[in-house]
């Protein structure tokens, strides 16, 4: 049985999403959720796909959300679950979270799962099969044409559905399509995102006629007067109160802020922008709890 692998997708606009794919018994073992904490740095897995007909497991991983996402049915199932589960990777991508996927031994399935991914990302489909293949062992029909399949493969039952799956994916285009914050926010496995307790940080309230020349250095202050309000540097969005990033100096409204949930409150409140959160690790996800280097 091979060892779950870890791989990092680029989501477009979003930021990198973490996959976990691995063998439906794997996904029933407590080590898995130990090496998921250590070798992502303590992402959560929030989402599940289940790319085999019938092979939900035993999750050792509390709290996931399940996707049935059939690859080898050719009805509507398949697609719906797709783009369910396609959704949830772009809000665990706007999170810092991470999904995993599986069949039964995902060598047939399972990688076929994680492609449809990876192309809706924006990966041409030989593309994310190479990048599959270079971390683990797949069906080698993957990439070879069917005429150079050994013939007791050619006749196996399951042959015409593997084909017909690939035809399939040969559909699929990518989703430009941004993450709505509003449901990133609502979502209950992302409750810490974006949506602000009342915590001391620096907040600049809508534009009241008075202009602080050192609050956007890259704006020109005639432009800031015009607009009549201050603007979210991320969504752009106006009339909001805005926090301050403390590594930036962005000024980002609190949908599209994150910040440390264990600074002493009263105190401080380490809050970056949107932009940073993609680009760094300033912040460490613990379950539902975020720290800075400073509670750590």
Known sequence: MQAANFFTID???????????????????????????????????????????????YYSIENLTVHDVPMYHRGQMRADGLEQFWRSCKLAA??????????????????LGLVAIMIRA???????IE??????????????????????ERQQTHSQNLLECHEWLETLGPDRAPVDHALAIQDPHFAGVGHSPDHNVDV?????????????????AEDILGE????????????????????????DCKKCSFWCTQCPTGKW???????????ENYLVRQGRVWWCSRCL
């Open 269 to 279: 409140k380490y809050t970056i922008c949107s932009q940073c959160n993609r680009q």
């Open 11 to 57: 989501i477009p606009d979003i930021g990198p999403l973490c996959v976990v794919l691995c063998t439906k018994d794997e996904a029933e073992t407590i080590s898995l959720c130990h090496r998921i904490a250590m070798e992502t740095g303590g992402k959560e897995v929030c989402d599940v796909a289940v790319c085999a007909g019938y092979g939900r497991a």
């Open 122 to 128: 924006g990966y041409a489909k030989h593309r994310a």
């Open 204 to 220: 600049l309230a809508p534009f009241d006629g008075e202009v602080d020349d050192g609050a956007f250095p890259d704006a020109d």
């Open 94 to 111: 706007f999170a810092g979270a991470a999904v995993m996927i599986h069949c039964n031994q995902s060598f047939h399935r399972g990688p």
């Open 228 to 251: 009549r309000e201050w603007r979210c540097s991320s969504c752009d969005v106006s009339g909001k109160k805005l926090l301050q990033c403390w590594e930036c100096e962005r000024w």
């Open 131 to 152: 990048m599959v293949a270079e971390q683990r062992i797949i069906y080698p029909g993957h990439w070879l044409p069917f005429q150079q399949w050994p013939a007791a």
